[in-house]
């Protein structure tokens, strides 16, 4: 979709989905069609169906407190146009870009995720030092892992302070099985 349908369906009556974000009292309510966001996302379709789905007074109510509403925007704009937020993020810092991978990993937005492959390298510095500042408080003795290795080290090796990694395989197989 173009930036013109964005604001087609943005100003329509249509939307059947509310979704407030945030916490008090930065709290946002946004309105969004539930055909949209189940095809862009698997979270919304398991969230939409009727397993999940909280109805009230004809809307799909859903409540996403851990997302800041300015980050949620900018992944709503990204679901009704493809428009790669990081592209279009002027205004965003490192903070910015890590709430929006963060947003977009809860919300099963895999082909966003997949886009950081086409970061500058200024924006990977970014994150990096941003990143750097939440390592330490991160568990991975707690994960598995497969799971450190495909959702951790694989995707942002580029970004791991130097040796990290080793370390982190050292813990988890030993160093003797490195």
């Known amino acids: 979709m173009n930036n013109g349908k964005f604001d087609e369906f943005r100003d329509s009556s249509e939307y059947n989905v509310k979704i407030i974000v945030g916490t008090e009292p930065n709290v946002k309510e946004f309105k969004a069609h539930s055909i949209i966001l189940q095809e862009r996302s698997e979270y919304f379709q398991a ?13 799909f109510i859903i ?20 428009i790669d937020p990081m592209d279009n993020c002027d205004k965003c810092d490192g903070e910015d870009s890590l709430d929006i991978l963060k947003a977009a990993d809860e919300l099963e937005l895999y082909s966003l995720i997949q ?10 510095e970014i994150l990096k030092v941003t990143i750097s500042q939440y390592i330490p408080f991160i568990r991975f003795g707690l994960m598995l892992p497969y799971d450190y290795e495909t959702k951790v080290r694989d995707p942002f090796m580029c970004i791991l302070p130097e040796g990290f990694d080793e370390r982190i395989m050292e813990y988890f ?6």
């Open 47 to 59: 969230a939409l169906s009727i397993r999940w789905a909280r109805e009230q007074d004809g809307f």
């Open 63 to 82: 409540k996403k407190p851990n997302i800041l509403p300015k980050i949620f925007e900018i992944i709503l704009n990204y679901i009704y146009t493809g």
């Open 115 to 124: 886009n950081v492959s086409r970061w500058t390298e200024q924006e990977f």
């Open 173 to 178: 197989y030993g160093s003797s099985n490195l």
